[in-house]
């Protein structure tokens, strides 16, 4: 199946509706390989993110916002 689709100013596509019906998730993994983009469903999100954890300890939540606004008020990038 081929879709067509525009890309907006703002890097955003809309995916048309018979593409959304075959993915069947609303969380897609990206993959690009030269000129070719590659979408998978991601059925849960925390499998798709459990790649940028591994290895690390976990955080509880309050710690963690602690950091974030402490860069923020830094004005640094957390």
């Known amino acids: ?3 067509t689709a525009k890309i907006t100013s703002k ?3 809309t ?3 018979e593409a959304r019906r075959v993915l069947d998730s609303n969380t897609v993994e990206i993959e690009v390989q030269g000129e070719t983009v590659i ?3 991601v059925r ?3 499998g798709a993110l459990a790649k940028y954890a591994a290895g690390k300890k976990p955080v ?3 710690e963690m916002r602690g950091q974030v606004w402490g860069e ?3 004005g640094r990038k957390p």
């Open 15 to 17: 995916l048309p509706r």
């Open 1 to 3: 199946m081929a879709v």
């Open 72 to 74: 923020v008020v830094r």
């Open 11 to 13: 890097g955003q596509i």
């Open 60 to 62: 509880p939540i309050g």
């Open 44 to 46: 849960s999100v925390a």
């Open 39 to 41: 979408l998978r469903p």
